[in-house]
């Protein structure tokens, strides 16, 4: 069972830049885990949860809500077995908890097309981050 842990978000003015991180315990092996694909959502007052962003183990595929592209780049640290989600270039309509998710490489999102990522394919998350633009 993958446990993960978010870090890094606060309160910024519009402009600004934050960077998230994803770090997971627990099962399975951090070369298992390098394996896995990871997403970040974020969840705003009253709306639903929205996928942002998702990368592809080795970070071969990787995708951008329209809402973000541009602005937002999602990477990891093999070494650090961290995933980091970097947001430039901040909204106020970027106010939001954000959630790290991750699933295996046998999962359908993670041998699919890595369309938007839908918070039904993910299996393990986070408790999420409060990121907050004025």
């Known amino acids: 069972h993958v446990q993960l842990v978010e870090s890094g978000g606060g309160s910024v003015q519009a402009g600004g830049s934050l960077r998230l991180s994803c770090v997971p315990s627990?099962?399975?092996?951090?070369?298992?885990?390098?394996?896995?694909?990871m997403a970040w959502f974020r969840q705003a007052p009253g709306k639903e949860r929205e996928g942002v962003a998702a990368?592809?183990?080795?970070?071969?595929?990787?995708y951008y809500g329209d809402s973000v592209k541009g602005r937002f780049t999602i990477s990891r640290d093999y070494v650090k077995n961290i995933a980091y989600l970097l947001m430039n270039s901040l909204k106020p309509e970027d106010t939001a908890m954000y959630y790290c998710?991750?699933?295996?490489?046998?999962?359908?999102?993670?041998?699919?097309?890595?369309?938007?990522?839908?918070?039904?394919?993910?299996?393990?998350w986070g408790q999420g981050t409060q990121v907050t633009v004025s």
């Open positions: 998710a991750t699933e295996p490489p046998y999962s359908i999102y993670c041998s699919g097309g890595y369309g938007t990522p839908r918070v039904t394919e993910f299996s393990f």
């Open positions: 627990g099962a399975p092996s951090r070369d298992t885990y390098s394996r896995y694909c």
């Open positions: 990368v592809a183990p080795n970070e071969r595929n990787t």
